[in-house]
């Protein structure tokens, strides 16, 4: 058994021990792999590790073998799903994640072409959901989004311009202190002038009226979010159908325990 891009190889541990199978768990991160490792070996099962790059066309795939993907990111998915036939892969057992990652430009499909354009930026709304993030991370997150708004306001001031331009990754420390501190450090960065200590209230409205707009708005795009997902879940099962395998998509836990909950089993027919 193959565990595809399996970290420390928890989910290859857990099935060598329940199937009494060998597992081999492939992963590019050495350190992950060595403390893998150490745990098989605590847990006395069969389980080795490679270091490789599962984007690369020769890792590890032999003919009859059944592979587990949990929570393989986009371009590492695709990879496995692409490579299942030609290495005669008796069965897949997959759980995508993260579907925007490795793609440039648009998405392309791995099954029948497609008649729109699906941007990496589409892809990615299908992940962006806070489920099991805790409440205090959730208030973080609408802080952090308000204060860059508010930043945002003076930096249109500014400029005199009226698009949102985006920011370079802002320090999380940052939105820790106060709010003019926030702006001090950030108008530092993107070498605008401070604003002045009396204009700081109403500018740390202004982000906040901001933010509770594009949470408003981001219930449309949320509309879309869970079937956009299934559609690249299907496109990865209609490949493998076409490819041979009997194919089975379905939700396999609850969404409070993790939201990227889509298994795709596939069985070569
Ligand atoms: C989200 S984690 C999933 C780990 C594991 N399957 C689990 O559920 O705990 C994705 C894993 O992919 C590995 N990875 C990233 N790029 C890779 C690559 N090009 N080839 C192989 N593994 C890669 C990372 O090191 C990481 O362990």
Redesign the pocket.
């Known amino acids: 058994m193959i565990d595809w891009?399996?970290?420390?190889g928890?989910?290859g541990r857990l099935l060598a021990r329940q199937w009494k199978v060998a597992v081999t768990t492939?992963?590019?991160?050495p350190a992950?792999c060595a403390d893998g490792r150490d745990l098989a070996a605590r847990a006395g099962v069969e389980q080795d590790f490679v270091v490789?790059?599962?984007?690369l066309p020769d890792t590890c795939l032999d003919r009859g073998q059944h592979a587990v993907?949990?929570?393989?990111?986009g371009h590492?998915h695709r990879a496995l799903v692409a490579r299942a036939a030609p290495s005669g892969l008796g069965a897949l057992d997959v759980v995508p994640?993260c579907y925007h990652l490795g793609i440039e430009g648009n998405y392309r499909t791995l099954s029948r072409p497609l008649l729109t354009a699906v941007s990496g930026d589409d892809a990615r709304m299908a992940v962006t959901e806070a489920v099991t993030a805790a409440p205090r991370q959730l208030r973080q997150r609408d802080r952090e989004m308000a204060w860059k708004l508010g930043f945002d306001t003076w930096r249109r001031l500014h400029d005199d311009s009226d698009g949102y331009r985006r920011f370079r990754p802002v320090p999380a420390a940052w939105s820790r202190g106060s709010f003019g501190e926030f702006m001090q450090l950030m108008a530092r960065r993107e070498k605008v002038a401070v604003p002045a200590a009396s204009d700081m209230d109403e500018l740390e409205r202004r982000g906040w009226q901001r933010q509770r707009e594009v949470m408003r708005l981001s219930i449309v795009r949320h509309a879309f979010r869970r079937p956009l997902e299934v559609w690249l879940a299907l496109d990865l099962a209609v490949r493998l159908e076409d490819d041979g395998y009997a194919v089975q998509l379905r939700r396999f836990c609850e969404r409070r325990l993790t939201p990227r909950n889509l298994l795709i089993s596939a069985r070569l027919r």
Do not use: M, N, R
């Open positions: 891009c399996g970290g420390k928890h989910l492939v992963d590019s991160d992950l490789a790059d599962a984007t993907a949990l929570h393989a990111c590492l994640c």
